[in-house]
């Protein structure tokens, strides 16, 4: 998944380094099903147009996928997989694709053209990138397995994208840091949370800059080419990590006022949001219900 994985666990006797391992093995397995490479895999099998049935884990992270796609009137979009390749982003090279090149992609891109059920026909050929919510989902799987092995509380944090479960010893509540996005050793602020998925999307992950512009990761579906609709950075808080990991990124590219308006609308879900200027916007529902925004 192009990151580090970290585990914070409580837990009583050898509890802790059994479930870990078995946590890790779950989003290894998640990882393998919903990359979009081998032979054998669905995703595979899609993208050359021959058709495929997606069942199991994969067909829940489409399905999350899918439902913040049709929210957000595709500005998440999971099937942006050969405009994302020619950015370079995923194979650590990232560069500047020529516009026809951006254009024939999008061309065979659109979440609408994803079909209702779990069978993808021949001739279909459509090229997944499920980064922006498999991973989510992985850290979603982590949390089950660690609970089930008896885990009393704890963080699971895939490079930012992290679900925290029960409490930590002597305090009700954790504290989550939001980075500022012009600063990596500072914090724009601290979130304190109990139960809750956190997910983050900002321009300042992945780029590079050419011709004195700034090109990052977080590509426009609309456009083919980095998001830029006012926005920094945008922090979600959501009851799973699979849904807060793609309304991050849908956030993002929707800018603030349709971003908090989506964020609104969605049950359970909560933001913070960084514009270009530095300005901090928060949904009405930070301040209530266990969830604090404290600026720094």
């Not at 990882?31 to 895999?41: K, R, T």
């Not at 991973?135 to 704890?154: H, I, M, T």
């Amino acid at each position: 998944m192009g990151t580090l994985v970290d585990l914070m666990l409580f837990a009583d006797g050898e509890t802790a380094p059994q479930a870990a391992g078995l946590a890790f093995q779950s989003m290894l397995r998640i990882e393998s099903a919903a990359h979009p490479s081998g032979e054998g895999s669905p995703l595979f099998q899609i993208r050359r147009g021959r058709g495929a049935r997606i069942d199991g884990d994969l067909a829940s992270i489409l399905e999350a996928a899918m439902d913040v796609s049709r929210a957000s009137s595709g500005a998440f979009d999971p099937t942006l997989g050969e405009v994302t390749y020619l950015w370079g982003f995923g194979r650590g090279d990232p560069q500047l694709p020529r516009p026809d090149e951006i254009q024939k992609a999008l061309g065979r891109a659109g979440y609408e053209r994803v079909p209702a059920g779990q069978c993808c026909p021949e001739g279909l050929d459509l090229w997944f990138d499920l980064g922006g919510v498999a991973k989510g989902y992985a850290v979603d799987s982590a949390v089950k397995v660690l609970e089930d092995a008896g885990v009393r509380a704890g963080i699971v944090n895939a490079g930012g994208d992290l679900r925290t479960f029960g409490a930590p010893p002597g305090r009700g509540y954790w504290k989550i840091g939001i980075q500022d996005p012009r600063d990596p050793q500072e914090l724009a602020g601290v979130l304190e949370v109990k139960e809750a998925a956190v997910a983050t999307s900002g321009d300042y992950q992945r780029y590079f800059e050419e011709g004195g512009i700034r090109y990052h990761h977080i590509l426009d579906p609309a456009t083919g080419y980095p998001s830029h609709a006012g926005l920094r950075g945008t922090t979600v808080i959501a009851p799973d990590c699979a849904v807060a990991d793609a309304l991050a990124t849908a956030v993002f590219v929707m800018g603030p006022e349709k971003g908090l308006a989506l964020l609104e609308s969605w049950v359970g879900a909560e933001g913070v949001l960084i514009t270009d200027d530095g300005t901090i916007l928060k949904t009405s529902g930070i301040g209530e219900g266990g969830i604090k925004f404290v600026e720094r």
